[in-house]
């Protein structure tokens, strides 16, 4: 039986246990295997040929939430309603909230009838700022599921709903009622104390938390929006021996089209006269402009650095190389391992069991022959002590200090599903050019043949290549700027496509390029020079000869360098118990040299980037636990494919979007810092959350007994909050590898 994939785009989802709720009910249609993921908020399924979509997005919306198939273009619009809304709420429970909290917390601030204005600022809160608790909490139990939103409706509506009791019918809404400091433990009815603090507070901590988590989560899309902004626009296609300009959606296989230096080249495609050097970077990883002629083939999105070219379209639209990256980075993301976040983990127990003891409690009461009101407020206690008020700020204030460290350090930690990743992986693999290499061709030799001046071979040829635009040009060009300062002009400057350059300074014919073409002017490298020159080119280094007035006269050695900090970074990665990879679309020999000079004992060189995914599977198939640090377009499905992903900041947009963690300053060394730093947050988020646990768990015996004063269980949420936040806080002490 033959299959098809579908993508579906998913609403309402609320944590990751929705997700495998979804997943779940999918799975269970015949022929149906689904994998949904919360992060991206799409479901992947594969179905038999024929299978109606609408038949998934049905059973979807039977579970409680919404599906539909994805819009022609990929990701998501940045107006987002849903976080627009989600702001408002938290601006409003901010607002209203803050003055409750201080009432309540503050006998100072108690005037009379301080209860009442309480009740005004709150109740909009309660039931308007944490409207979406309260909906997720009925979606939820309409499908005999539980969650954090059950206990945050369940703990705030009870608080609410019995202040209100407690104002209307019991003595809280007398004049002059206080909260005062009793931390002392004794029986009470409840009717004389409120709770609005507690229920406004929780919804205002939450809502700050989700917040969050949502502007993570909508950068979902970006990066194929990125990827789909890499190819030209238009193009100028050949009709009837004229050049017309057409929108590259408009090309069609066996069009020929014509690319200037400088353009894009509009899509995949056969060379069919013209020579230049093509800038490929972005998709191959190769750092040096590959030469191409008639008959060579060409890749859309890389760019013409060189002559004029006239190429035959063989792939257009979604064949193209671009477009299979694309698909590359959105599957990679799609079929990442959920990760369930460690609130929802310990609530899919707790949130339970505290709702079987508070009606325990409640029964019990009433059996033992107690008043129902007194009863009734043992039961609410077990749920007020119980709903995590600290548990609301354990993940939000420790995400916030360590991404506010990690950006004044040059880190950027898209949210908390990133740092789960950081504490297991064991194998770093390392893009080379951009990563471990500055990405920028350098001048690192230059030697002259016996009786030539070597200042005088640089100079001259520095002039000469001064007037290309070609990388290599360039790089020798700033050398001799450097060196000599100002240059004399060249004259009669020609380029010999796919050879070199040539040209008169200060009177000398001077030829730069290849060795064949100072052959064909019977210009030959001694002996000894060629050596150097073969040893060069054994270190995947370019060698660009020199020869002027009917001789050679020395060779200049370019190449693609290692960044200064890059050892001191792979020793660092060591340090923490992680094996280095290197993984480059360049040649062997280039791969072998670089690894050899920053310490990387594994290598795997000439990568295509579908291959660059295989080798993270392959790695991952082997029980490793991989992060993937790049730069390039070319790395960007790796990025994603990876446990953690890391990217360079002076990279692309789209190898920034597909990854996990972004590396703003372009050291490696912030690598090391940025490991350290998402271990160190995730430990103060486990941390938080088992005291925030501790605290609640260690009073609902004592709020089930009846004998929890309503201030002293304000105290101990203060106490817990106090101690999350303050242990989130030490993160703003944490030091970078990186001094000076």
């Known amino acids: 039986m033959t299959t098809t994939g579908i993508e579906l785009e998913i609403g ?12 779940r009910k999918l799975n269970k249609l015949d022929g149906v295997v689904a994998s949904v993921n919360y992060a991206t908020e799409r479901a992947k399924v594969t179905v038999p040929d024929g299978y109606d979509p609408q038949l998934l997005v049905a059973e979807v919306e039977r579970t409680g939430y919404t599906a539909a198939l994805p819009t022609p273009a990929p990701g998501r619009s940045e107006s987002d309603p849903e976080s627009t809304s989600l702001r408002q709420r938290l601006v409003g429970a901010v607002v209203l909230g803050v003055p409750v909290i201080a009432m309540a917390m503050v006998p100072a601030f108690q005037f009379t009838y301080w209860q009442w204005a309480s009740l005004a600022l709150a109740a909009p809160v309660i039931v308007w700022a944490g409207w979406p608790f309260h909906a997720a909490t009925w979606t939820n139990l309409r499908h005999g599921a539980a969650t954090m939103d059950t206990l945050i409706s369940m703990g705030t509506g009870a608080a609410f709903l019995w202040s209100l009791y407690a104002l209307f019918f019991g003595t809280a809404g007398m004049p002059g009622m206080v909260h005062p400091f009793e931390f002392t433990l004794a029986r009470t009815d409840g009717t004389a104390n409120i709770y609005l603090e507690v229920a406004a507070g929780v919804t205002m901590f939450i809502l700050a938390g989700r917040y969050v988590e949502k502007r993570s989560k909508r950068r979902a899309g970006a990066a194929l929006r990125a990827l789909l902004e890499l190819g030209a626009k238009d193009v100028a296609v050949l009709r009837g021996g004229a050049e017309l300009r057409i929108p590259v959606a408009d090309l069609r296989v066996g069009d020929e089209f014509v690319v200037r230096p400088g353009e894009k080249i509009a899509t995949d495609g056969i060379v069919v006269s013209g020579t230049s050097g093509v800038d490929a970077s972005m998709l191959t990883g190769e750092s040096v402009p590959v030469e191409v002629g008639a008959g060579d083939a060409v890749a859309g999105a890389t760019v013409n650095a060189g002559g004029r070219l006239v190429v035959r379209a063989t792939r257009v639209g979604a064949d193209t190389q671009l477009a299979r990256i694309t698909r590359l980075v959105e599957d990679a993301q799609t079929g990442k391992a959920q990760v369930q976040r460690l609130a929802d983990r310990i609530s899919g127990v707790f949130v339970p069991i505290v709702i079987l003891i508070a009606a325990a409690t409640l029964v019990a009461w009433l059996a033992a022959g107690f008043p129902a009101s007194a009863a009734f407020t043992a039961a609410v206690a077990v749920l007020v002590i119980a709903c995590p008020c600290a548990l609301g700020l354990a993940t939000p204030t420790a995400l916030l200090v360590g991404t506010s460290r990690g950006a004044q350090l040059g880190i950027l930690i898209k949210g908390p599903e990133v740092l789960e990743s950081t504490r297991t992986i064991d194998t770093v693999v390392l893009d080379k050019t951009g990563t471990v290499t500055t990405g920028r061709m350098t001048l690192v030799d230059v030697i002259a043949e016996p009786g030539a001046d070597r200042a005088e071979v640089l100079r001259l040829a520095g002039a000469l290549e001064d007037a290309s635009e070609h990388p290599i040009a360039q790089a020798i060009a700033r050398a001799a700027t450097a060196e000599a300062g100002q240059l004399p002009v ?41 050596a150097a020159k073969a ?19 020395g060779i200049l050695v370019v190449a693609d360098t290692v960044k200064e900090t890059s050892s001191e970074a792979i020793r660092g990665l060591n340090a923490l118990g992680l094996t280095p990879v290197l993984l480059t679309g360049d040649n062997e020999a280039v791969a072998r040299r670089i690894a050899a000079e920053v310490g990387i004992d594994q290598v795997h060189a000439e990568v295509l980037p579908a291959d660059k995914v295989g080798v993270i599977a392959r790695l991952q198939r082997e029980g490793k636990v991989v992060a993937m640090i790049g730069d390039g377009v070319n790395d960007a499905p790796a990025l994603a494919q990876a446990d953690l992903g890391l990217a360079m900041g002076t990279g692309t947009d789209v190898a920034i979007e597909a990854s996990d963690l972004t590396l703003v300053r372009g050291d490696l060394r912030a690598a090391v810092d940025a490991i350290r730093l998402s271990r160190r947050t995730l430990r103060t988020i486990t941390q938080n959350l088992f005291w925030a646990f501790a605290y609640n768990v260690a009073a609902i015996p004592i709020a089930a007994l009846g004998m929890l004063n309503p201030m002293l269980a304000g105290a101990a949420m203060a106490v817990s909050s106090v101690f999350v936040v303050g242990n989130s806080l030490r993160l703003r002490a944490f030091r970078s590898v990186v001094r000076g």
Not at 12 to 23: D, H, K, L, P, Y
Not at 499 to 511: E, K, N, P, S, T
Not at 541 to 553: E, L, S
């Open 535 to 553: 040893r060069a080119e054994d270190d995947g280094k370019t060698v660009v000869t020199v020869g002027w007035d009917g001789q050679a006269r």
């Open 12 to 23: 309402g989802m609320t944590c990751a246990s929705c997700a495998n709720r979804i997943e």
């Open 490 to 530: 060249a004259e009669d400057f020609a380029n010999l496509e796919g050879a070199g350059v040539q040209g008169i300074v200060d009177g000398h014919g001077v030829l730069v390029g290849r060795a064949s073409l100072l052959a064909d002017w019977s210009q030959r490298l001694s002996p000894e020079l060629a």
